[in-house]
């Protein structure tokens, strides 16, 4: 299938760039998904300076790479978010501590993001978008309808001109839908093209592990959506319940086997892969699938690796005949 097989560099910020790429490239994928953090890609001098793209450009021509998407979900976790002290991890020095000036900061970053993946020659950008009133999921003390869609007018009123930004860049957003931000599921989704009009800028990166471990079947996300399917993870994820642990996580950390569900280097978990597949196709997808690769239970380079084959051995194309048109006399 032509359908590059490429890899996120979100978990691997702590490797340098060329460091990275010369792994990326003996593990077998055709390229990277670059995230916007560490020094594999800082946005603002990619949107100024033309020789800081060119030689990210150069490394990746050195190792026979692709880019065909980055990823900007730090700072788009910062636009829309309730803020909490956890989003200064996510935020410069500057502004740490500051809710109004990390969201301005945020703002104009995914802007410069927009203009990165302009000039770094890619067609998308995932990410996350945040959410006002996800911290308030439970309806305990009760969540009104008010406040809930009050929190959907609120993310277009502060992505609308990052949104603009994209449309003069001819790039794409692909909200990454998850736990923690205004579309987290398939009805969720749905309530957010609804809020946006179905804009053509805004559309989904698909990861199969956040709706899985949610009781959602990923693939007939993908048949609700087939024509926002902008970005694709590959991600996996094992549901463990065993009547201890609850589908919450009981705030133990990712990967204590005592948890309810654990993200897996692929073919390790749940996710029935090839319903994904056959639903892309059915589809017309014929973008990156990009591993992002979790699981705190392996090692990770040998959980990369395995996972490009992996994907390759289950990237099949659709079938360009019908198996029955023969049997006739």
Request: hydrophobic share 40%; net charge negative; aromatic share 14%.
């Amino acid at each position: 299938m032509s359908r590059p097989v490429t890899l996120f560099t979100g978990q691997w910020a702590d490797l340098p760039f060329e460091e990275l790429c010369k792994k990326v490239k003996e593990w077998g994928y055709d390229g990277l998904e670059i995230a916007c953090w560490g020094d594999h890609m800082d946005v603002r001098k990619a949107a100024s300076d033309p020789e800081y793209v060119n030689e990210k450009k150069a490394i990746l021509k050195k190792y026979d790479l692709g880019c065909w998407a980055l990823g900007g979900h730090l700072a788009g976790q910062c636009v829309g978010d309730r803020y909490d002290e956890r989003l200064d991890a996510f935020a410069p020095d500057a502004v740490k501590g500051k809710p109004k000036e990390i969201q301005k900061w945020a703002i104009e970053e995914m802007k410069y993001t927009a203009q990165a993946a302009k000039n770094m020659g890619c067609y998308v950008v995932n990410g996350f978008m945040g959410s006002p009133v996800w911290k308030f999921w439970y309806s305990f003390p009760p969540t009104t309808d008010e406040m809930v869609e009050n929190a959907f007018q609120t993310i277009k009123t502060l992505w609308t001109p990052i949104l603009d930004e994209f449309d003069k860049c001819g790039v794409k957003f692909a909200l990454e839908v998850h736990p923690t931000e205004i579309a987290f599921d398939l009805y969720t989704a749905q309530k957010l093209l609804e809020v946006f009009e179905c804009r053509e800028t805004l559309g989904f990166n698909f990861d199969p592990s956040h709706l899985f471990w949610q009781g959602v079947q990923p693939h007939l996300f993908i048949r609700e959506f087939p024509t926002k399917i902008y970005h694709v993870h590959m991600k996996d994820v094992a549901v463990t319940l065993d009547g201890k642990a609850g589908i919450l996580g009981s705030h133990l950390s990712f990967g204590d086997l005592r948890r309810g569900w654990n993200f897996r280097s692929l073919g390790h978990g749940h996710v029935e892969f090839e319903e994904i597949i056959r639903e892309l196709n059915a589809a017309n997808y014929t973008g990156p699938l990009s591993v992002e690769w979790e699981d705190n239970g392996m090692e990770r380079e040998f959980g990369a690796q395995e996972s490009a084959d992996f994907v390759k051995e289950i990237n099949f194309a659709p079938s360009t005949i019908a198996f029955d048109k023969e049997m006739k006399k």
